[in-house]
Structure formats: C-alpha cells, structure tokens
C-alpha cells in the first residue's frame, strides 16, 4: 500500500518571518495565513486564516529573545492542535535558552529543559532545529528531533575560500568537539582558545593551546552573543603570529555592542546564518542562509524520507 501524505501548510511566526518566507520559496509552496492580534497591553493571539484540518503543520519560529517569540510559538502550536491539524511540527531554527542546559551551580533553572517540556505540552509531535548549544538537548524530547548541521552550509564557503594553510580553532574548551569535527572536512589541525571566565560575557584571561604561527584560523562556534569572546580570541591568534582569522557561528544573537566589537576586531569576516535576523548589516558579516536546507528536511519529513542524507557536504 502506497504511503499517504497529507496536505503542507508551512506558517511563520513574526520573529523568523524572512527566513520563513525563503524556505516557503525553496518547499515551493507560499506560506500560510495568520494573524498575530495584539492587545494594549502587550498581550497577543495568532490565529490562521485558513483551515488546517487534517494537514501536517510546520510552524517557523526561532526563539530569539525568548519572551516573546517562545510565547508566540506556544500559542501557534495550541491553535494548531485546536484546530484539528494532524501533525504538527515546530520549526526552530535558533533554540532559545539552550545554553540553560544543566545545573553548572546551585539554585538555577534548566531552561532548555523547561522549554522543551513546555513545547511538547503545547501540542507538537516534532521539532526541527539547527546547531543546538549541546546535542545532549534532543534528550530533553520524548519525541522525534530533526538536529540540523550547520556545517553543511560552511564547509563550502570555507573551501571556497581557498586558505592555503587552514587551521580550526575553538574558542573555548567546551567547544573542541564542535571544532574537531569542522576540522575533519578538511583533515585540519584543531588549536583551542582555553579561556577563563569572571561572570557571564565577561573574560577573565585566555590562552592558546596549540601552533598559529603563518596559520588561516578558522574559530568554530555555535552562537555569537557579545562577540567578545570571538574578539578577544582573534587578537591573541594574530598576536601568536596567525596570518588570518575569521570566525563562523550559526546563530548571530548579536547583544549589546556586539556590531561595534565586530567592527574593530581582529577578524576578517564574522559567517553566520539567518538563523537570527541581524539587526543591521556589516561589512564584516557574511550571512549564508539556512532556508534550502530547512525545506529540504520539511519536505523529507512529509515524505517519510531520510533527514542525515542532508548532512552529506
């Protein structure tokens, strides 16, 4: 018996709403119709304009700035469920407060937890997302969780680059993993920023682990919030005799005075995606979009097809 697939209707929430309309573009199929009505007193309710009955929803919405784009996706999810729609998955390109995934100290919450118990009680049946904090997060889920890898998209624009003598960089110890794995594409050497923190986005000291001397470092990470890390890392590599040094990160958070950071740092180019729109343009910001990829899994998904087939660089 032939499989049966049931109606797509893809919706954005309005924190994605640019990305949501490329990926529509690369599924081939428009977005669906909602609207987000708003109170005076803040309060909001989305509600579609179209009939999902009996469809498999996909709902685009990262979680930046959690409080109210993770709000607004909640709702999407219980209007969804409400309205009869068959399957519903949740479509989180950046996964907010993933960096809250465990207890590193006394009396604090575990917010990526909290927000995957909260998504599930909402009413999905699946989460797609890319370049989570810690993969070790898809076993907050008790249901399926299509992880996407970045690196799919970066390691091509890396080689495009043609850097004769490319090493992988990690800006901190928790991030060599990520960081090993980059340098495999290109059978690279790995160096290692080992920093020290005083609180959070602030840096006590850092020091490198490993040889930058004539090197075109790549540093590897999965979010860029303050970008002081990124620029403190980038002037101590071509203080150690680098030849270059660019960074890639999948999810520009960009917070506070990041731009500025950017702007007169060491590095040549900061490479992103749209995971997160950016709040201004910059000559050193690359952003590569994330939008192709994004509806190649959705439209696997509706098909019962294979989801790693897409991590193939």
Do not use: W
Request: proline content about 4%.
């Amino acid at each position: 018996m032939p499989l049966q697939f049931n109606p797509v209707k893809l919706f954005a929430g309005t924190g994605t709403k640019e990305l949501a309309i490329k990926i529509a573009e690369s599924y081939g199929k428009p977005l669906g119709d909602v609207t987000l009505n708003r109170f005076s007193d803040g309060e909001f309710q989305p509600s579609y304009d179209e009939t999902v009955r009996g469809c498999d929803v996909f709902l685009i919405n990262s979680t930046y700035q959690p409080n109210d784009n993770l709000m607004e996706l909640l709702l999407m999810i219980d209007a969804a469920k409400r309205a009869s729609a068959h399957y519903i998955t949740a479509v989180v390109p950046y996964y907010g407060l993933a960096r809250q995934d465990r207890k590193d100290k006394p009396r604090v919450a575990i917010g990526a937890k909290l927000v995957a118990n909260l998504l599930k009680s909402a009413g999905i049946h699946r989460i797609m997302t890319m370049d989570l904090h810690a993969a070790q997060i898809q076993g907050f889920f008790d249901i399926p969780v299509d992880h996407l890898d970045g690196s799919v998209i970066f390691v091509p624009y890396i080689k495009s680059l043609g850097l004769e003598n490319l090493t992988i960089a990690s800006p901190d110890m928790g991030g060599s993993y990520r960081a090993r794995t980059f340098a495999k594409f290109f059978n690279a050497e790995v160096v290692i920023c080992d920093k020290r923190r005083k609180r959070a986005n602030e840096i006590e000291s850092m020091s490198i682990i490993g040889d930058v001397v004539g090197q075109d470092i790549v540093l590897i990470d999965d979010i860029c919030d303050t970008a002081g890390t990124l620029s403190k890392a980038a002037a101590l590599i071509m203080e150690k005799g680098a030849k270059s040094v660019r960074a890639v990160c999948t999810h520009p958070v960009l917070s506070g005075n990041a731009y500025e950071t950017i702007e007169n740092s060491m590095l040549a180019e900061l490479i992103v995606t749209d995971t997160i729109p950016l709040k201004r343009p910059s000559d050193k910001i690359r952003v590569l979009s994330t939008a192709e990829l994004f509806a190649k899994a959705i439209a696997n998904v509706n098909e019962h097809g294979s989801i790693s087939d897409l991590f193939k660089v």
